[in-house]
T-cell receptor
C-alpha cells in the first residue's frame, strides 16, 4: 500500500524568505503522480503543483518548485519569496497510474510572518 | 471556468434529520468525488463517481448515500448521522477518473447535534 509522510507538522517563515516543505512516500510502482495542495484558512483546497514520476525535470509554478528524488522517494516543495497569502496547510499527495484515489500526507501548517 | 461549487456552506442537523449536500461543476468533468475532512487532518476519500456510475465506495456507512443525477451534479444524502460525522465535506472533480488533477470545491461544514 502506498503511504505519504510529511514530517513537519508546523513551520514558519518570514515574509520574502524561502521555505522548503518535506514529503516522502512509499510505493512499489514505477509510474505515478505527486501533488502539493494548499488549503488556506478559507478551507478551499487548491492545487499548487504536480509532478509525473516519469519526468526527470522538476516541476515549477512561479514561486513554487519541487525537488523530486525518485530513488529516494522524496518530493519536497520550495516556496520562494514567501508572501502572507501563502499561509495555509500544505498537503503532499500521491496518485498511482490507475488514477482516482489521492493519498494525502498529514499536512504541514505553514505560517508566513510579516 | 475551473470552479466547483458546493451548497450549503454550513449545515447544522440533528441526529434524526435528513439533509442533502450538493456539488456542481460545469467544466465537463466526468469524475466526481466526495471527501470527508476533520480539522487539521487530510481529506479522506468517501466515494468516486465516473461517468455517473459509482466506482469507489470506501466502506462508508449507509447513513451517507451518494447520488449523481447527471455529469455536472453530485449529491450526498445524509440520514441518522452521529456527532462524530461532524466534519468538512469536500467535493472534487476531474476530467476523467484516470486524469489525475482534481479540482476541489470550498466544502460544506457539517455539524451534527
Amino acid at each position: 500500500a502506498q503511504t505519504v509522510t510529511q514530517s513537519q507538522p508546523e513551520m514558519s517563515v518570514q515574509e520574502a524568505e524561502t521555505v522548503t516543505l518535506s514529503c516522502t512516500y512509499d510505493t512499489s510502482e514505477n509510474n505515478y503522480y505527486l501533488f502539493w495542495y494548499k488549503q488556506p484558512p478559507s478551507r478551499q483546497m487548491i492545487l499548487v503543483i504536480r509532478q509525473e514520476a516519469y519526468k526527470q525535470q522538476n516541476a515549477t509554478e512561479n514561486r513554487f518548485s519541487v525537488n523530486f528524488q525518485k530513488a529516494a522517494k522524496s518530493f519536497s516543495l520550495k516556496i520562494s519569496d514567501s508572501q502572507l497569502g501563502d499561509t495555509a496547510m500544505y498537503f503532499c499527495a500521491f496518485m498511482n497510474n490507475q488514477g482516482g484515489k489521492l493519498i494525502f500526507g498529514q499536512g504541514t501548517e505553514l505560517s508566513v510572518k510579516p | 471556468d475551473t470552479e466547483v461549487t458546493q451548497t450549503p456552506k454550513h449545515l447544522v442537523m440533528g441526529m434524526t434529520n435528513k439533509k442533502s449536500l450538493k456539488c456542481e461543476q460545469h467544466m465537463g468533468h466526468r469524475a466526481m468525488y466526495w471527501y470527508k475532512q476533520k480539522a487539521k487532518k487530510p481529506p479522506e476519500l468517501m466515494f468516486v463517481y465516473s461517468y455517473e456510475k459509482l466506482s469507489i465506495n470506501e466502506s462508508v456507512p449507509s447513513r451517507f448515500s451518494p447520488e449523481c443525477p447527471n455529469s455536472s451534479l453530485l449529491n450526498l444524502h445524509l440520514h441518522a448521522l452521529q456527532p462524530e460525522d461532524s466534519a468538512l465535506y469536500l467535493c472534487a472533480s476531474s476530467q476523467a477518473y484516470r486524469v489525475n488533477e482534481q479540482y476541489f470545491g470550498p466544502g460544506t461544514r457539517l455539524t451534527v447535534t
